[in-house]
Structure formats: C-alpha cells, structure tokens
C-alpha cells in the first residue's frame, strides 16, 4: 500500500515548503491576515495566523486531509466501526456526550442506552452522597474522595477536577493516587479520616499493577482503622469494564459503575471514570463538560474541512511536523487551573499518535507525533520558554487562555492577558541584531557594549505558535477544548496512516517489570545474586538488595 508521502498533495507540500515566506512577510502583504488565518466553534476561537502557512498551502493541506480519506475516517469513527484494528474495538468516546441518548451503535447494537443507564446510575449515587442519604460506617458525611487510578483513569479526572474548581461543591475534597510508589498513598492516607473517606477505584481493566496495589493498601488501612469487612461496601467503589476482577476484590455489583471497551483509557473521562470530577464539581457540572465537548463533536462532524477547528489545529500541526520538521510542541495553558493540561495532553497526544508502524503494519514513511511538553504561563516562561526563543531546534506552541477569570483580583489577570498575547508577537517576530544596536543604543550603551550585547540579545523570530482563546473556564469551554485536542489527534493519526487507539508500549510497561518482581528483596532479606538480566541490570539489582539486606 502507498504511503501519504507518496502522493502528490504531499511532493507539493514539500514544494510549497522549500518556497514559503516568513511569517514577518506574511504579515507585513496581509493587514487582515488573522481574520483569514481563524475560526470558531463551540465557545473556542482559534488563531493560527502564527504559522507560515499561505493560502496556497492551506489548500494543499486541505487537498492531503481529502486524500487521506479523512472525511471517511470520521464517518467511519462515528459510525461505530471497529477502527481501532489491532484491538478489534469501535471508538465511541463521542456517544458518551450525547445526553440525547440516541444513535450510536456498534454491529447494530445500540449502546445510547446503556450509557443513559450508567449515566443516570452516576447521578443517582453523585446526589446521595451529596444530600447525605450514603454516609460512612459510623453515620459520618462521605467528604473526601480518593480516585484510585492511574494513566487514563487519573489524568482526565485530575485535569478536570482543578479545571472545574470554581464549580466545586463545598465542603467536598478529592485527592489522586496514581503511582505505586508507596509514598503517593502514605501522603495521602496521613490526611484523611477512614470514617468521611469514599475510595473510588477507577480501572478500565481492573488488573493494573499500580492501581491493585494502592487499591489493596488502601484497603488495608480501612480495615486497619477500625473497618470491617462488612463496612468495605461504604467506601469503596469501583469504575470498570471488568466485573468479575471488582468482584474478586470484593465490591459489590451496586458499588461498580461500568463503561465498555470501545471507550479508551485516555478517552474515559466521559464516562463513569468522571464519577470523581461529578462527585467534586456536581453531576450538573459534569453535564455541562458532556455538553461542551458534544458542541464540539457536531461542529467537527458537519463543518466543511477549512471551517473545521480540529482539522484545521490537525493540518496546522502536520505542516509544523512534516514541512516545517518541528519535533516538538509546547502546550502554554495561561490558566492555573489548567496546570495539568500539559500532562492530560502529553497522553493524549504522545499516547495515540507516539507510532512507527502504520495501520496495514508497514513502516511509516513520515514523522508522527512530536514530543509534547508545558507548563502554565506564566511560570513556564521563566523556565523553558529560553529555548523556544532561543534555542537550536524551533518548537510550534498552543497559547490557551480565557479572557474572563474566575478570580478577577486587583489586575492579575490583564497581567496574565498581556503576558499570553505578548509571547506569540515576540516569538513570531523575533528581533534582529540591527534592532538591538537601535535599541542599546538608544538606552546609551557605550558601543563597546553595543557590540558584544547585540547578538545575545537578538531572536531569530518565526517560531510557529496557534492561540485558543476562550471567554471563560467554564464546563462547557472545557469540555470543547477536550474534544478539540481529541479529534485533532484523530485527524493526524489518519494522515499518517497509524492507529491512533491502541498503545502497545504502554502494555510492555505493564508486563515488563513482572519478571524482575521477584528478584527484589524485602528490606532486611537476604536474595543470592540473580542472573538473567544485561549487566547493567545485575549490577543495580544487587547494589539495591546490598542496601536493601542492610535495611
Ligand atoms: C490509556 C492507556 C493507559 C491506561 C492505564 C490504566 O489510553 O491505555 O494510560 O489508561 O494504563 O489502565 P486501567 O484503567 O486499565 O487501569
């Protein structure tokens, strides 16, 4: 099968490349370039005007996206087919934001109303705890929630929860254990009261290694509190696809919420894995996400490819990776409350489109996904942004920000306004060194000074950047920004010919450190020297169970 590099929209891409202006040109020729160069959908607008991108070539990358049968590949996504080949699954995660309950299925089966059953199964338990009517085994309020997951099951959950912060219902925490690092759960377990504490176990497959084990210790500690057994169905419930494995660990059928197969682990925050964003924020609030993020899924659907947000985020993308050759791509949240947006998106993106291999399982013939990285402004520009400005390897970036805070405090946030609109300018236009001896010397450095300063103080400029802006954080914002990165994803991994849903390096992962289990001592054990392993392996190995034998 033919690659996309071998088609002639890709040979005129590159064309276009060797020939295209500077952005500084661009801008200088088109008064009214951002107008032309932006769009709107679902409470998001979008600038990509930042990008060295002509209309000419925004219609070859329109023409690769028809050739890459992208507009198939959505039909097909939200039909319900088995896209997701090497795993024989669907990819539904759009059905579990139509709160219209109508018109998805998979092979003829219709699943809306499994979802609207799920969904009112979460509303009902969300407004019990609320109101009270489920409290813990001594009559206690349940107040804090501990989301047991990790991956999939924690990162959407923990974005969501601090995104939504404002709609928090009060009097209510929730805190995330995800490492199997013991340390995440003893820090967490020191603040809490087993009496008010609901667990919540959140595991697609219910037999990840980090998640038993903190699920179990945590166990552990509640009936080490004075818990019984028979109390464990008070505070402990379980979110996944596997019932028996929840069963086996002792939860019963009422505690388990489910979801199904076809909804990936990083795609789950729309499903009863969001039971800890509705019982921190309400299920209305939880709503109001589904409900932005579904705007978005219909804009995406319908929208003619060059008024398509997510195709358009998608071609900017593949132009900055494919022609422009940036392998990497800042995400520039100007939101604290969007601190863990970088982290959700480093999955998401690296996750689905981090591949090598396309879909038929041949090589691919061009980069995939770049490495994904960030940090909220304005923190990260007294960090990382030197290299963005300065460095040898150009990096493309999102500005995310809203215009109205939920925090309007003295002029906070016109700094932080000023401050996300400022970036883009300076790392599009740069500054030569003729603008810095102006500059220097208007401030009266001696020439000396002049002279060496200048190129220190000059940037090359032409550093891609797209800003999403939105009016304000709310649910409904968030969930359209979700979806937005989601499908863009989408759209990518279908130029590029990969599989954007499966994730074969995550699973080496999980089985990987099986083996060497055993071969760890206990502290205080004494384990005979163990082989199988490089030497660089060995020797780690027995210099930790030395340390270990000594405790
Ligand atoms: C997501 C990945 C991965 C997964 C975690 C947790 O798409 O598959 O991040 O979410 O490994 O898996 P479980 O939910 O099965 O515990």
Redesign the pocket.
Known sequence: MAGITDTAEWRRLEDLAAARPSMRALFDADPVRATAYSLEAAGLFLDYSRNRITDEIRNALIALAETAGLEDARRRLFAGERINVTEGRAVLHPALRDLSGEGFSIDGHDISSAIVRECAKMEAFVSRVHAGELRGRTGKPLDTVVNI?????DLGPQLAVEALRPYWVAGRRTIFVSNVDGQHLADALETLNPDSTLFVI???????QE?MTNAASARNWFLSRGGAAADIAKHFVAISTNQDAVRAFGISPENLFAFWDWV?????LWSAIGLSIALQAGFATFERMLRGAHEMDAHFRSAPIERNMPIMLALVGIWNRNFEKISAHAVLPYDQHLARLPAYLQ?LDM?SNGKSRRIDGAPVDCKTGPVIFGEPGTNGQHAFYQLIHQGTDPVSSDFIAAALSHAPLGDHHEKLLANFLAQPEALMWGRTEAEVRVLLAKRGDKQTDIDSLAPHMAFPGERPTSSILMEKLTPEALGALLALYEHKIFCQGVIWGINSFD?WG?ELG?SLAASILPKIARVGEVKPASAGHDSSTLALLNRINAIRRKG
């Open positions: 997951g990790i991956g999939g099951s959140s595991s697609k497959t219910f037999t990840t998640t990936g682990g990083r795609y789950s999955q996750e994730q995550v999980k």
